[in-house]
Nanobody, 125 residues
Framework: QVQLVESGGGLVQAGGALRLSCEASGRSFSSYAMGWFRQAPGMEREFVAARSQSGISTYYAEFAKGRFTISRDNAKNTVYLQMNSLKPDDPAVYYC??????????????????WGQGTQVTVSS
């Protein structure tokens, strides 16, 4: 079992930045690839970014490339999502998730066994 708790969401102006954190408790954090997803009202949950178990490989949705950075600290059981240049279409509830999958299988939500409760990100224009 892995429990995930996100933090760091809030209100930011367009063009601003936020750093989301997701702390995991439970066993073997380093055994899990970690991902971030988001869900806006009335929309399906979509993949944002993922980082492999070792932290070497990263994967990003097209909209996240160049603006968002996923990182992880296995010593702290924490994964981060640094979001820069936030846009008016970025607001959503952002979720972190843990997966035993790897590689290209990290983008679909069904690859993830554990989910946090989400943190709200709001962008004002």
């Amino acid at each position: 079992q892995v429990q995930l708790v996100e933090s760091g969401g809030g209100l930011v102006q367009a063009g601003g930045a936020l750093r989301l954190s997701c702390e995991a408790s439970g066993r073997s954090f380093s055994s899990y690839a970690m991902g971030w997803f988001r869900q806006a009202p009335g929309m399906e949950r979509e993949f944002v970014a993922a980082r492999s178990q070792s932290g070497i490989s990263t994967y990003y949705a097209e909209f996240a490339k160049g603006r968002f950075t996923i990182s992880r600290d296995n010593a702290k059981n924490t994964v981060y999502l640094q979001m820069n240049s936030l846009k008016p279409d970025d607001p959503a509830v952002y979720y972190c998730a843990a997966s035993l999958s790897s590689g290209s299988f990290l983008s679909p939500s069904f690859a993830y066994a554990y989910w946090g409760q989400g943190t709200q990100v709001t962008v004002s224009s």
